[in-house]
């Protein structure tokens, strides 16, 4: 069984441009959180989706970011109009059971995303 | 202020020393999560604590959840450089919707052969 699978594992993108990072859960799994780790500091939850439902979005800066979760394929983490300041790894974890479950939360690699 | 403190910040110990890390929440815990982090690599998933008093080991590592104290410890016995890494503590926040988990800064391991 594959864990949680993430790609790229590294990306740089120039000011401006758009970053797309992909996140597979782990199989049986229906549940995927994004964190991101910036530089010095802790992880910190960004959002937490089901399949084609976000249900918490509330560490997720209101604007340039959006996630997804469609019924086929993977989670998206989207960012427009890329920043210095979004540079950080952007971790994914998925669980198999939601809200309440205390299901353990497996971690993918993580994506590096570079701004130059 | 952090919700969720860690201590030490970092640590360096002789191999086959034992040693404890520590984290502290301001708030109440519905659980408590223990990961360990190599330097630019992914969480590896090591314990869950949800109730208090509850203490689970696996191999040379032991974790217990102090929920008066609202505090979880982290021991690992006669360490080996293999231990090496960030541990990171993770917290579940009881009360309506607060399932995400709320991480510490880490604790970065060294263990000197």
């Known amino acids: 069984n594959a864990g949680v699978m993430q790609n790229p594992r590294h990306l740089v993108r120039r000011r401006g441009q758009e970053a797309r990072l992909r996140c597979s859960p782990m199989?049986?799994?229906?549940?995927v959180y994004w964190y991101r780790q910036l530089p010095e500091e802790g992880l910190k939850f960004m959002v937490y989706?089901?399949?084609?439902?976000?249900?918490?979005e509330s560490g997720m800066p209101k604007e340039r970011f959006s996630a997804e979760f469609p019924k086929e394929g993977p989670s998206i983490l989207r960012i427009q109009q890329v920043v210095r300041g979004d540079s950080a790894a952007y971790f994914c974890?998925?669980?198999?059971?939601?809200?309440?479950?205390?299901?353990?939360?497996?971690f993918g690699p993580g994506t590096r995303l570079t701004v130059t | 202020s952090q919700e969720l403190e860690q201590s030490p910040q970092s640590l360096i110990v002789q191999e086959g020393k034992n040693l404890t890390i520590n984290c502290t929440s301001s708030?109440?815990?519905?659980?408590l999560y223990w990961y360990k982090q190599k330097y630019g690599e992914g969480l590896i998933f090591l314990m869950m604590?949800?109730?208090?008093?509850e203490e689970k080991s696996h191999e040379k590592i032991t974790a217990k959840l102090d929920e008066k104290k609202q505090q979880s410890s982290l021991h690992i016995t006669a360490s080996q450089p293999s231990h090496a890494g960030i541990y990171l503590c993770?917290?579940?926040?009881?009360?309506?919707?607060?399932?995400?988990?709320?991480f510490g800064k880490g604790t970065k391991l060294s263990v000197i052969p």
């Open positions: 974890a998925s669980s198999p059971g939601g809200p309440g479950w205390g299901d353990e939360q497996y």
């Open positions: 989706l089901q399949k084609e439902n976000i249900i918490d």
């Open positions: 708030k109440t815990l519905y659980g």
């Open positions: 199989k049986g799994h229906s549940h």
């Open positions: 993770g917290a579940e926040y009881s009360g309506a919707g607060s399932y995400q988990l709320t």
């Open positions: 604590l949800q109730k208090g008093g």
